[in-house]
């Protein structure tokens, strides 16, 4: 209910004499007959929850519920905004909006490299589940703004959780919604009298929320105070409040913006907030979002697009990127972050014969190479010995800067901060190169200068450099990996650090591999046992629980998917820091322990990755894998591990959601599936369920799946196979062990399920069969 006037109980005088008794939610208007449907007509605020009730001859009770469908004409009763001077508030805000943010300059070496705002493009998903957690869909949207819109099952978002990875264009995307915001370029926006972004890496520990908001966002000379933005805030629902970097913050119980979070304060308020996806579930938890958007970045047309765009006016120079790009780094998916697609068209822009690979940590390294030499030739620094003794030095501090940083969760650092690991002189070279940046606190109140890297991940290669090199002292690795890897979570946290550590030691990475084994055994290896409790395989696809239901203070993640999590990200983590180093002498103690590869809604250059590793393991080794689950792709991630499939004694395939069917009938996934189901002797169960096949698909797979002689259960739940009756008929006479069907909502037609109950009426075996017209 939004309140329609104070508290406390009280008389008002409206326009006319007529008095008003407001206690509450209740407005009494106590008058004749005429003049109450006068008032009605002229000052009742309009809304769909609204109720004109009659309480008497003469007397009628207006309860307001929710927010006004239009302008309200009529008197304002004692509105708790109506003194607040929104118009200039409004003014500030688009003012620096429109100057701050129209401009992006993503290259910290280089502030006359701007883009415009108005130009970023990427794909982002949305991502709905039923309040159950289960059966899980995404959809593109246009953009991140769309996610404000009402859906069916959302009629009104008012949490708003945004996860994506690394560098994907979280902040950048939330920059666009706000400068849109002050352009008025949005309907969707048009609703939201304020727009609040909040970079959450700059909150202090002792800030409130509205302290946030005058030291990021307003002028000194604004004529109002905190107290008055905080009194306007409470009850109204025109506010839009972005919290970009959860990731980033280090959380306090008692803080604002955990109280945000929470739904303890500003419950009316649309809250929207940003995360790397290590962070989704402990955010989940904390906001209960009824919106959940995953930016996805580039998709692979996009990539081709932006490097188009980039040499605009050469585009041979283009033509060759790509053509580089299509053999090697686009299928990884690393491009799909937009900063390092920026930063592959720079280097490639100065130097054309760059040989890619499907790693990231030579791509930063190429890019730190590429920044040193830019450097020295605008400066006309020559050294004969490779990089400068003086740059050298200042890299070195950089790693110290960044790893400590991490630690603490500090991404922006004070000049006091830097001097811990920094001599001046290395500053200044660092902010020279572009490594560190250096910018104007964002605190207009007490502006200091401020420090910071480029981009997280640039700090986390960084540290990662700096963990290596500290690791190269035998005689105290084991108490640094016992210091700062103490735990699986620690892993967790530290991911990219460590991924880039194994990847700068190569061969010698093997310290922290075994290091992640013994962590592994401690702490992750029994979770594949309590991850499958009570859940059909499949279903664990689904990372998270449901929301909290009104009044239930329940747990909001089932101990078994909130297992799962924990051991999926742990072996994805694993999984790169092997692809990364080369070194593969404990894949064996992770991945093969239990015979069980699984993964779940990755991307491609995790699949890359597994890949590389099937492929450079001792034959003997793979024949031991039983299980192989790839569930939940965006697009046909899974291409380049099924031509590994041959090599496996499978006895159980899983491919769920894996966006099989729609391709190329002779090179698509249904092709070379086909190839590898011949070998698999000893499949047992073998799951292909909403994958998209149409029954051209089907008739690619027909002759392979026929010779699966001891095939029990074939699950083809969720896909297109309508006109397919007579071929999925032919089945059960190939497969004469075949115990489980599986066609429910294919497209059948009622002579499709004819057709496949006369092919299985004569074969006992066969004692279930799920199909829905």
């Not at 109506?82 to 290259?107: G, I, M, N, T, V």
């Not at 905080?230 to 629902?237: A, C, Q, R, S, V």
């Not at 929207?272 to 402990?282: C, E």
């Not at 101990?559 to 593969?584: D, N, R, V, W």
């Amino acid at each position: 209910m939004a309140l329609a006037g104070a508290q406390s109980r009280e008389t008002q005088v409206l326009d006319g004499g007529h008095e008003c008794y407001n206690d509450g939610d209740i407005v009494a208007f106590s008058e004749t007959e005429n003049a109450v449907n006068q008032m009605t007509n002229s000052s009742q605020v309009s809304g769909q929850g609204n109720k004109v009730i009659n309480i008497g001859p003469h007397s009628t009770v207006t309860i307001f519920d929710g927010t006004s469908d239009e302008p309200s004409t009529g008197p304002n009763i004692d509105s708790p905004s109506e003194d607040f001077p929104l118009a200039q508030c409004q003014d500030s805000l688009k003012s620096y909006f429109k100057s701050r943010l129209s401009y992006l300059h993503p290259l910290a070496w280089n502030e006359t490299f701007t883009m415009k705002i108005e130009d970023i493009f990427t794909t982002v998903d949305l991502v709905s589940r039923t309040q159950q957690g289960g059966n899980i869909e995404r959809r593109a949207l246009p953009s991140t703004v769309d996610a404000l819109t009402a859906r069916l099952n959302c009629p009104q978002p008012r949490r708003i959780l945004i996860e994506g990875n690394a560098g994907i264009g979280k902040t950048t995307e939330v920059s666009k919604l706000a400068f849109d915001w002050a352009e008025g370029r949005s309907p969707v926006l048009e609703k939201y009298d304020l727009v609040f972004p909040i970079a959450l890496r700059t909150v202090g520990e002792s800030q409130s929320l509205t302290e946030c908001i005058f030291d990021q966002l307003l002028p000194e000379d604004v004529p109002f105070q905190e107290s008055d933005v905080e009194t306007y805030l409470k009850g109204n629902d025109r506010v839009l409040i972005i919290l970009d970097g959860f990731d980033e913050w280090a959380r306090h119980e008692e803080h604002d913006v955990t109280k945000l979070l929470t739904g303890k304060v500003l419950r009316d308020c649309c809250l929207l907030v940003t995360t790397r996806p290590s962070h989704t579930p402990q955010l989940q938890s904390l906001m209960c979002p009824d919106t959940q958007v995953e930016i996805t970045g580039f998709s692979q047309d996009n990539i081709r697009t932006y490097v188009h765009r980039f040499f605009t006016g050469d585009e041979a120079k283009a033509a060759a990127l790509v053509s580089q790009m299509d053999s090697s780094l686009i299928p990884t998916g690393i491009l799909a972050t937009p900063i390092l697609l920026l930063l592959t068209c720079m280097m490639w822009e100065e130097k054309q014969d760059l040989v890619f690979g499907g790693r990231i940590f030579p791509l930063y390294d190429e890019l730190i190479s590429f920044t040193i030499r830019r450097h020295c030739v605008r400066n006309n620094i020559v050294s004969d010995q490779g990089i400068p003794d003086n740059i050298r030095d200042a890299l070195l501090c950089a790693g110290a800067l960044a790893f400590n940083g991490l630690l603490e969760n500090n991404l922006v650092y004070s000049k006091g901060d830097v001097a811990k690991y920094c001599g001046e002189d290395s500053l200044q070279e660092l902010v020279l190169l572009g490594i560190l940046h250096r910018q104007e606190s964002p605190s207009r109140l007490n502006p200091s200068a401020q420090f910071s890297f480029s981009h997280k991940t640039m700090q986390e290669y960084f540290a990662g450099l700096y963990f290596a090199k500290r690791l190269q002292d035998e005689t105290t690795e084991k108490s640094i990996l016992n210091t700062y890897l103490t735990t699986a979570q620690s892993v967790r946290d530290l991911e990219n650090v460590i991924m880039f550590a194994c990847a700068k030691l190569g061969r010698e990475a093997d310290v922290i591999l075994a290091h992640l084994v013994k962590l592994h055994q401690e702490e992750v290896e029994h979770l594949s046992d309590t991850s499958s409790g009570g859940y059909p395989h499949y279903m664990e696809y689904f990372l998270y629980s449901k929301c909290r239901i009104a009044g239930n203070e329940g747990e909001f993640f089932s101990p078994s998917k909130l297992a799962f999590f924990h051991l999926q990200t742990y072996m994805e983590i694993a999984l790169l820091c092997f692809y990364e180093s080369g070194c593969l002498s404990q894949v064996e103690n992770i991945f093969l322990i239990k015979c069980v590869i699984h993964f779940s809604n990755v991307g491609p250059h995790v699949y890359n990755a597994l890949e590389h590793v099937l492929k450079n393991i001792p034959p003997r080794s793979l024949r031991n894998v039983t299980t192989l689950r790839l569930m939940g792709t965006t697009d046909c991630f899974v291409s380049p591990v099924i031509d590994c499939l041959r090599m496996m004694n499978l006895s159980e395939l899983d491919l769920y959601r894996a966006c099989l069917g729609g391709h190329d009938p002779n090179t698509g996934p249904c092709a070379r599936l086909a190839q590898q189901l011949p070998y698999l002797t000893s499949l047992r169960k073998l799951v292909l369920c909403l994958n998209n096949l149409f029954c051209s698909d089907l008739l690619v797979l027909l002759p392979s799946l026929k010779m699966l002689v001891d095939l029990e259960w074939l699950n083809l739940f969720g896909n297109k196979l309508a006109g397919c009756g007579k071929e999925i008929s032919e089945l059960p006479c190939s497969l004469r062990n075949l115990k489980v069907l599986n066609v429910y909502e294919c497209k059948l037609s009622l002579d499709d399920v004819l057709q496949i109950g006369k092919g299985i009426i004569l074969f006992t075996s066969l004692f279930y069969i799920d199909t829905f017209l």
